[in-house]
C-alpha cells in the first residue's frame, strides 16, 4: 500500500496524510465554527532534503476571563468567542484582578517520531506574563479538568515548541494512535479506513476537548 497521503492501519499517519488532514481541518473549522476565528495555515521553511512540505495549524489570541464562572457547558471556550471578537475594545485599565483577561493561542504540529499529530498551547495575561499551569487548569472547564485526572493519556507536559524554541505546554502523544485506530473501527463499519480528510476532525473532536475547545458535530461529516 502507497501510504504517502494516507492514514496507516495503526492510527498513524504520514507527514503528506497530515497537510491534507490539516487543510480539510482548516476548511471545515472554517465553515461550521463561525464565532471562533479560523485556524492559520503556517508554511514552514523545510529543514531536510527531502523536499516534504512542512507546516503546523495556529489558533490563537483567544481571550476568556479568569473568573468567568457557570456549568460545565457555559466554561467551555465556546463561550468566549464574543471576547474574541471584541479584542480591539477590551480595556484592560477598567478590569478589575478578578476579571483579568487571558488569552490562549494553540498550535497543532505533526510530530515525525510518533507520526499523529500534537497540540501545543500556552496561556499568557494582557501584559504578555505567560500562565502557570495552575492557572489554566483553573480556566478550563471542569470536564476539561476531570478528563485530565480520569484519562490515561491527556497528560500535559511542557518542552520547547519544535518550531519557536520557546516553552509551551502540550498534550502528550502517547496512546493517540491506540484511539485514533479505535475511533477508525468504530466509525467504519463497513471495515474501510478513515478518510484523511476526517483524521485530524476526528482526533481533535477528543483533543480539543481537554482545552475547552469543542468541534462542531457537523465537521465530523
Known sequence: MDSAGEVLNDGKITLEGFTVAARAFADKWKRHNLSFPSWSWVPLINRTLLKKEECYLSLEKIIILSSLEGSAE???????????EKEESIDHTVLNVEDEAHYYDYHIVYSASYMVPMLYFRGYSSDG????????????????????????????????????????????????????????????????????ELYLVSWFSVVGQVVGLRTPLEMLI
Not at 457555559?74 to 474574541?84: C, F, I, Q
Not at 496512546?175 to 478513515?194: A, F, H, N, P, V
Request: proline fraction near 8%; hydrophobic fraction near 35%; aromatic fraction near 10%.
Open 129 to 196: 506574563k505567560p500562565l502557570s499551569l495552575d492557572v489554566i487548569k483553573r480556566d478550563l472547564p471542569s470536564s476539561s479538568v476531570s478528563l485530565l485526572l480520569e484519562s490515561k493519556w491527556t497528560f500535559i507536559t511542557q518542552e520547547e515548541h519544535p518550531y519557536l524554541n520557546r516553552p509551551w505546554f502540550k498534550l502528550h502523544p502517547c496512546g493517540t494512535e491506540e484511539w485514533i485506530k479505535l475511533l477508525s473501527e468504530s466509525s467504519s463499519s463497513d471495515g474501510c479506513q478513515m478518510p484523511v
Open 74 to 84: 457555559e466554561e467551555s471556550l465556546g463561550v468566549t468567542a464574543d471576547w474574541w
